[in-house]
Each structure stands twice: as C-alpha cells, then as structure tokens.
C-alpha cells in the first residue's frame, strides 16, 4: 500500500501546520487553502502550495466544500484533510470528497452519520452495551412530554440540542419551574447554529469530570484505544486545560471506559481517529458503573496532543496511513502510558470582560525554548506568527501549550514555568487565568471536575497591579528616556550612590494603565539611572538592555529581568506572570473619540450580528434590546446605552464586526 504523495489541507491556523508537519516528515506534498484574512497565514507559508478559496467568513471560505475540492483536484492531490471543526464532521462533505475521486482523510459518511446526532448515537451505543447517561431521547418534544421526563429523570437535568456542539445548545435546569424557558431557549440555540431544534434531556451528573478515550480504528477491522484524556478543566462547557491520563483513574475503570470505547467504535465500522466522549461521576472516586457515553467526536481533536506525548505516537500519521489503506501499525497489548502530559489553551480574550473574545495585531509573540507540532518536555503547537492579526472571522485561539513530564507534579511545574514565560502583546489574552489555573490547590491535587473554575473564578481571574517598580518604567519608557541600547556601563551596577549632575533634570509624565492616570516625575541622575518619585515615595532605579526585548534592572540593591516592548503610544510589560499594557496620554484623540461614540452602541466584542432589533426612526429608552451579537460561540443582547431615535443602523444580520466598531447611531430625543 502507497501513502500518498500529496494532499490537501482544508483547515487553517495551528491544526493545518500541525498535519503539515507530519506530511513533511513522511514525504507527503501539501496544499494549503486559505481566505483573504489568511493570505500571509503561517499555514499559507508552511505549505508546498496554496490556493486562495474565497472571502474571509467561513461560509465562504473554509465552510466552501466546492471549492475546497476543486483545489484538491487542480493541484492533483489526492486526498483531504479536515483537521478539526469546518468540514470535518460533515457527512455530505465526505460523500462529495469520494465522489470527486478523492480520499477523506477520516471516517466514512456513514460512520459521521451515526454519532453527528447526541440522541441517535445514544440509542446506537445503549444497543452496543455502552453505558449511557440516563435520560430522555426520544421523538416527543412538546414542552409537557419533555417537562414530564424530566421529572422523571429527576432535577437536576441537562437540555441539550441534538445537533450541538461546542458547549452550545445545553443548558442546565436547577427545578421544574426554570424548564420551560430554558427547553425554548435549548430549542432556539439549536435551530439558529444547527438548524435542528430538536433536543434531547439527560440526568445531570454532580461532580461531573469530563473524560475521553482516545481511539484509532483502520479499514480492516482494528480498534485501538490510546487511553484517556481528563478534559474537566472547562468554562461554560468548554475544554480549558486537558491532560492525560486522567488524575486517580484506577486500572480497573481504566480498563473499562478504554472497552466501552472500541465497542463503541466497533459499532459503526470506525476508521481514522475518534473521540469517545464520558462524563463520569468523580462525587467518590472514579468506579466502573460509574461513567456514561456523551457523545463521539470523529475527527482529531483539538487536545490531541497530550495523548501523543504519553504514547510516543503521531496521530496524524497514523491518520494518513490508515487513510491509504494500511493497516494499524500497533496492537492494544504494545500500548502503555509513558508520564504525564498537560496542555493549556491559550486564547485572545479578555478575561477582565468575562472572557470576551479580543482581536488584535500580535505585536510580539515569545514562548520559551520548545518543539513545535513534535513531541518534547514543551511543545507550542501555534498557527500564528508575530505581527499576524486575530481577526474577528476565526476562532480567537493563539498557541496550545503543550508540556509532558515523567509525572504530574512535574509536567505541572512545566506548565507553570511555561506560562509564565510565554509573553503575548497586542491582544489580550487568557495567559494570567492560565497561569493561576496551573497553580491553583485543587488542579495541583487532581481534584478536578467541570464546576472547578466556576467555583473559583474569582480567585483565578484577580487582576494583578503594577508594583512601583513597572511603573517607574513605564514613566521613564512615556518621557522616552530608556536607554536604547545596552551601554554595559558597569558604574551602574554597583554605583547607585556616586556621582551626581549638579543640576539634576525633572520630567513628568502622565500615563494610562487600565483608564487610571498614573503621575509620576522622573529625575536622571546619571546614565541610566533615574529617581521616578511618586506621591507614596521615590525609587531609584537602574536599568540596561540585555537584549532587545528584555531589560535588567535595579532597585534598592536587588536585580531583576523583566520583557517589555514599546510600541508607539503603548508600553507592554511582561513581569513574572504578567503582562502590563501602559499608555500614553493622548489627551486630544482620547476626547474625539469619546465624542464620537458617546451614546451610540458600540460592539463591546469582535463577533456576528446575529439580530437586529431595531429599525430607523424607532424609539428607544435606555436598556432596550437593540441587537445580538454572537461571540465565541455564545449570543450576547446589545442594549441602548440611553432614551434615543434610532438615526442609523450601521451593519446587517451576518457582519462580522470588530471590537468598539459604530453599530447603531442614537439620536437625542427631540420634544
Ligand atoms: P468539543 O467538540 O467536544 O468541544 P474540542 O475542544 O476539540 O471538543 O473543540 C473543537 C471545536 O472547536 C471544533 O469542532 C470547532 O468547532 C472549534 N474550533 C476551535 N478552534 C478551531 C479552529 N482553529 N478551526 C476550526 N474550528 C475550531
Ligand atoms: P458538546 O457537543 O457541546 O461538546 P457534550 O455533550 O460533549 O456537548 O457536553 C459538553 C460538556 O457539558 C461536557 O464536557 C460536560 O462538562 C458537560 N455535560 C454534558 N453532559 C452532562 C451531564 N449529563 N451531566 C453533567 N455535565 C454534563
Ligand atoms: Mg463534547
């Protein structure tokens, strides 16, 4: 059997330089698709050759199977690869790829089909022998059937849209009184982002841990599974941090989700790599009556990484070689775990704002030495490059930090360490809630269930304040007195106290650090060395560039390293975990703008316009409902800043909008 000699990659960002990875390593040619927003992309870079597929929204583009194929079959590529998300859980989409004489570097259509629905692949598994969640799934779905199921079930339950993914379409029902409105709003949410409002209705597991095997399946017949991964770490149902193996997972349980598992891929003829989703009751330690299938996801996943660290495997080579036809190169008894793997997710997003999705040029980018898309201690798995945009149209992910360790305590530290030393600016990212994550009592345990970071998040999302220290930097960086250039003036090390100018010069400076203006006067007492005195006090300090990015300071005897890049009126700091953004006053353009906006509706977010509620001339009052906007995966209701006419409305249903763009201009009432 012949691999193949080249194929296309219908995805973009880290996954597509991900499979391109392992198709260099085995030879493979790659052809990379990309749309408007993605024409310098890495992955565009990355691949033999590229082809351009259309406008930057994904219908357009990614979500453009004629396309897609079209460019497999102009550069003569044999075979497609989805990655993850897009098409790559289409069945109408693998139909098309086989019929246009193309491989589908995945499972069949048919084997999609049987698990694309929750509550079909529910029945399918029930059949199989695998443990599902109790619950209701079937054909009713007046309110009365339902509400009267899930009494039986017993309170509380999940609604779940069938057709839902991604966290959406779920929502959790505390008493009977809640589950009208939450069934209609399930429903809703089903039908706007699947087009099924069907839904199904599930006991609601307490202390649920999210775990998943990972399995592999050819076309002769072979299911393997390369155990499990805990994906418990999640926000509003969505993955976080995930490791493998799962924290306390005793062999026996182990051993029992791993055959429920190939069972269930041995139920639809599976082939290429599967996810078989649990939820499993972590109340009193992990038992084998004690998980339940949720669903399969037939594709590669996002967190596939951590099981390739513990199996020493390539995923995505086995993908391709079973894809050609070979069979599974390794056998259920040749499988072990070798440590511990953990990977974080790092995201533009504002966490301050309760985790909106953020936009942004990525001015500089520096993760700490590691492999990429390979195996190692640290592996950053990242489809974008300093000065590359995160543009509103795609999935604001910015690198998967990757760590893997002899055991947990050791892949922990790694993964603090790493985090710690990752500096991301230009966006605003997820980095510090990470970081706390990684450290935090009950993670370092493996206490883990899906309601940890919800409990906590307030412990894990404090907002750190610059010490006197950044801030004596960010004042004398605003009155653009940092030196540029090391001077390796060795005096300033060890000669706080010497010389001074007889007239020492004074500055002061204003500057911006989130909406507070911060005085400060800074005097220069000698070359590199300045007195930054504030209403609390003064502190000396010394500072040389150590390379271009990062500075050595002084103060009051102790040294410290710290990154900082400047760019025009914005100062980013990085300082042990942190990453501040300072200002310069910009009196004038500060005023304009607040002129110009005030009153009107602004995107709070980079997102969708999913509705718009309003019409010209209408009037409104304050709190009015006015658009919706989708972000991340969530709707967010707009609402009118104050009483006003509607004067102008400024996108329609399906613009992408950035963060702070003008929606809806609102006119003062006239009487
Ligand atoms: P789950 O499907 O259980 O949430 P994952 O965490 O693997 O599991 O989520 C992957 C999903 O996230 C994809 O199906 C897709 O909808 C979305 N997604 C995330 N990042 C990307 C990306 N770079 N490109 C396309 N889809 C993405
Ligand atoms: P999606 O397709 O959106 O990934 P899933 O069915 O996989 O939907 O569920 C997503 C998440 O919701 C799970 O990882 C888990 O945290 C939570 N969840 C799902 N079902 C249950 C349940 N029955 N009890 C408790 N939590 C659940
Ligand atoms: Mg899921």
Redesign the pocket.
Known sequence: MNLFNKILIANRGEIACRIMVSCKKLGISTVAVFSDADANAKHVKLADEAIHIGASPVSESYLNADRIISAALATNAQAIHPGYGFLSENPDFVRAVEKAGLVFIGPSAKAIDAMGL?DAAKDLMKSAGVPV?PGYHGAAQDAETLAKEADKIGYPV?I?ARA?????G?RLVESPANFKDSLEAAQREGQASFGDPICLI????AK?R?IEVQIFGDNHGNVVHLFERD?SL?RR?QKVIEEAPAPDMPDSVRDAMGKAAVEAAKAIAYSGAGTV?F?ADGSSGLKEDGFWF??MNTRLQVEHPVSEAITGLDFVELQLRVAAGEPLPIKQSELAINGWAIEARVYAEDVAKGFLPATGVIEYLSFPKATEFEHGALRVDSGIEQADEISPFYDPMIAKVIVHGPNRAVALNRLTSALTNTCIAGSVTNLNFLTALSTHAGFASGDVD?HLIARDIDELTVVQKPDETALAIAAIWSLGLLPKHSKHDKTLWHDFTGWRHWSVSSQNSIIVFNDETINRTVSVLSANVFKVDAEAGSTEIGIDFISEAAIKVRVEGAYKTLQLVGKDLTLYLFENDQTFTFRKKDAMAEQNSAQELGGNLIAPMPGSVMEISAVVGQSVSAGDKLMVLEAMKMEHALQAPRDGVVAEILFNTGDQVIDGALLLRLEPVND
């Open positions: 929750k969640v999940l779940k839902g993914g991604g966290g959406k779920m599930e006991k609601y597991i649920p999210h994906c999640q149902h989703e939820i949720m669903e899906t």
